[in-house]
């Protein structure tokens, strides 16, 4: 596994800081697509909480709710104004107190990465705050993003001013944001995006401050792929192990979306279903090695919807969630699969969320993996449940296990 898994195994009893729930019986929701500000979205939501509640899930991934200079929110301007192209701060208070009463939790999109400015600096780019809060001047602008700050201590989003987050008066700032959106706001969950833009200690630092119920990071790293034919690899171990590196640097704080699971499933579900174990017999994903910090997912806003820069194939999108629903891990549904694909979709994942809640299935559950070849995957959770996935015709011998959900190339059944 490691030294740093080893570790992280260490801190998963250690980290008291805010940012993960403890029972581990998380079911997200992300709740919104790529289109979604073009359909006054807070008032559509508010429609849909009902069932969400009744569905079962306990945070709700929205949008980022700011002003911002793109309206799908991701290039962000006065963070304190919550006017933006989902709705009204009037309609988002509305919405989260809707959330709240049905026992839902509300999870912002954080985008602290980047910040288009209001005025030029002396270099002719937008990198000044001038006229709104959180007022900065050009030294919270990195040097590699044309600022008077300090270079970057990630990867340089382009084409705007990239926030320096090694300066202290920019993280009590951002602190205080995160606090106010939390305490008077009613969000208790965080989401942050592009977090290979600026170290991990500073994520760490955000959690402790701001104490979210749940936090969760979007660290998207390249999958390994053969150079001969550029075919995903077998072995991702390098991949997970970034990713579990950047969670340990969190101090365990944060979890992180578990791409080399979509990486790996989204290619296995294709008849190579082998993939789904590795050499030591475990799931090959973050889901693997620190499952409690593994934020599975099918699909997003940025990998499926109208962008599609790397989409789950859509006739498998059903074995997909009877994975990710069965196995431990954080399982997070897309929008589009629950609310826009029809009332099938809809009912087949709501009927795995209840199998899974009534199974006690969480996100440290044991998986024993009973086949894994081309066109089949089995697997027992936690011996409460059983799964097969695949063309393969497979059901498990014991007449004890009962069948309790089934649709197209997957099964499930518990005792």
Same mark, same amino acid.
């Given at each position: 596994?490691?030294?740093?898994?080893? #570790?992280?195994?260490?801190?998963?009893?250690?980290?008291?800081?805010?940012?993960?729930?403890?029972?581990?019986?998380?079911?997200?929701?992300?709740?919104? *697509?790529?289109?979604?500000?073009?359909? $006054?979205?807070?008032?559509?939501? &508010?429609?849909?909480?009902?069932?969400?509640?009744?569905?079962?899930?306990? +945070?709700?991934?929205?949008?980022?709710?700011?002003? +911002?200079?793109?309206? &799908?929110?991701?290039?962000?301007? !006065?963070?304190?104004?919550?006017?933006?192209?989902?709705?009204?701060?009037?309609?988002?208070?509305?919405?989260?107190?809707?959330? !709240? %009463?049905?026992?839902?939790?509300?999870?912002?999109?954080?985008?602290? $990465?980047?910040?288009?400015?209001?005025?030029?600096?002396?270099?002719?780019?937008?990198?000044?705050?001038?006229?709104?809060?959180?007022?900065? %001047?050009?030294?919270?602008?990195?040097?590699?993003?044309?600022?008077?700050?300090?270079?970057?201590?990630?990867?340089? @989003?382009?084409?705007?001013?990239?926030? /320096?987050?090694?300066?202290? @008066?920019? =993280?009590?700032?951002?602190?205080?944001?995160?606090?106010?959106?939390?305490?008077?706001?009613?969000?208790? #969950?965080?989401? @942050? %995006?592009?977090?290979?833009?600026?170290?991990?200690?500073?994520?760490?630092?955000?959690?402790?401050?701001?104490?979210?119920?749940?936090?969760?990071?979007?660290?998207?790293?390249?999958?390994?792929?053969?150079? +001969?034919?550029?075919?995903?690899?077998? !072995?991702?171990?390098?991949?997970?192990?970034?990713?579990?590196?950047?969670?340990?640097?969190?101090?365990?704080?944060?979890?992180?979306?578990?791409?080399?699971?979509?990486?790996?499933?989204?290619?296995?579900?294709?008849?190579?279903?082998?993939?789904? =174990? #590795?050499?030591?017999?475990?799931?090959?994903?973050?889901?693997?090695?620190?499952? +409690?910090?593994?934020?599975?997912?099918?699909? $997003?806003?940025?990998?499926?919807?109208?962008?599609?820069?790397?989409?789950?194939?859509? %006739?498998?999108?059903?074995?997909?969630?009877?994975?990710?629903?069965?196995?431990?891990?954080?399982?997070?549904?897309?929008?589009?699969? @629950?609310?826009?694909?029809?009332?099938?979709?809809? /009912?087949?994942?709501?009927?795995?969320?209840?199998?899974?809640?009534?199974? #006690?299935?969480?996100?440290?559950?044991?998986?024993?993996?009973?086949?894994?070849?081309? *066109?089949?995957?089995?697997?027992?959770?936690?011996?409460?449940?059983?799964?097969?996935?695949?063309?393969?015709?497979?059901?498990?011998?014991?007449? &004890?296990?009962?069948?309790?959900?089934?649709?197209? =190339?997957?099964?499930?059944?518990?005792?």
């Amino acid at each position: 596994m490691g030294q740093v898994v080893s #570790d992280a195994v260490v801190q998963e009893q250690a980290a008291g800081n805010g940012g993960i729930i403890k029972n581990g019986r998380e079911i997200l929701l992300q709740a919104f *697509n790529w289109e979604s500000h073009k359909h $006054n979205w807070w008032s559509n939501l &508010e429609g849909r909480v009902a069932d969400i509640a009744k569905s079962g899930f306990t +945070s709700v991934w929205l949008p980022p709710p700011t002003q +911002s200079l793109s309206p &799908e929110g991701y290039l962000p301007q !006065n963070l304190y104004s919550l006017d933006s192209c989902y709705g009204s701060l009037q309609q988002l208070n509305s919405l989260i107190q809707n959330m !709240n %009463d049905h026992n839902i939790r509300a999870m912002a999109d954080v985008v602290i $990465n980047h910040r288009v400015g209001t005025t030029k600096g002396s270099t002719g780019m937008y990198n000044r705050y001038d006229g709104i809060p959180i007022s900065w %001047d050009e030294h919270a602008v990195t040097s590699c993003s044309g600022g008077k700050g300090n270079k970057s201590t990630g990867d340089n @989003f382009d084409g705007v001013p990239n926030i /320096d987050h090694t300066q202290p @008066f920019v =993280r009590k700032d951002i602190i205080e944001w995160l606090i106010w959106l939390r305490e008077t706001i009613g969000f208790q #969950d965080f989401r @942050f %995006d592009f977090t290979k833009g600026y170290a991990s200690k500073f994520v760490k630092e955000y959690i402790e401050e701001s104490k979210p119920l749940f936090a969760v990071g979007e660290y998207w790293d390249s999958c390994e792929y053969a150079p +001969s034919d550029n075919r995903l690899s077998y !072995n991702q171990d390098k991949h997970r192990q970034r990713i579990i590196n950047w969670i340990d640097s969190t101090g365990g704080l944060c979890a992180a979306f578990d791409f080399t699971t979509k990486g790996i499933l989204q290619e296995a579900v294709k008849g190579e279903l082998w993939r789904l =174990r #590795d050499p030591e017999e475990k799931p090959p994903g973050v889901m693997g090695w620190w499952p +409690s910090r593994s934020v599975t997912f099918i699909e $997003n806003h940025d990998t499926g919807s109208t962008q599609g820069h790397w989409p789950f194939p859509s %006739d498998h999108v059903m074995e997909g969630y009877a994975y990710i629903l069965t196995h431990p891990g954080i399982p997070t549904v897309f929008y589009d699969h @629950f609310f826009d694909w029809g009332d099938s979709f809809h /009912d087949e994942i709501a009927k795995l969320m209840e199998i899974r809640k009534s199974q #006690d299935i969480h996100s440290r559950s044991a998986v024993k993996i009973l086949e894994a070849s081309s *066109n089949l995957y089995s697997a027992i959770i936690d011996d409460k449940l059983c799964m097969k996935i695949g063309e393969g015709p497979w059901c498990p011998s014991d007449p &004890e296990w009962k069948l309790a959900a089934c649709g197209d =190339r997957y099964a499930v059944w518990h005792k």
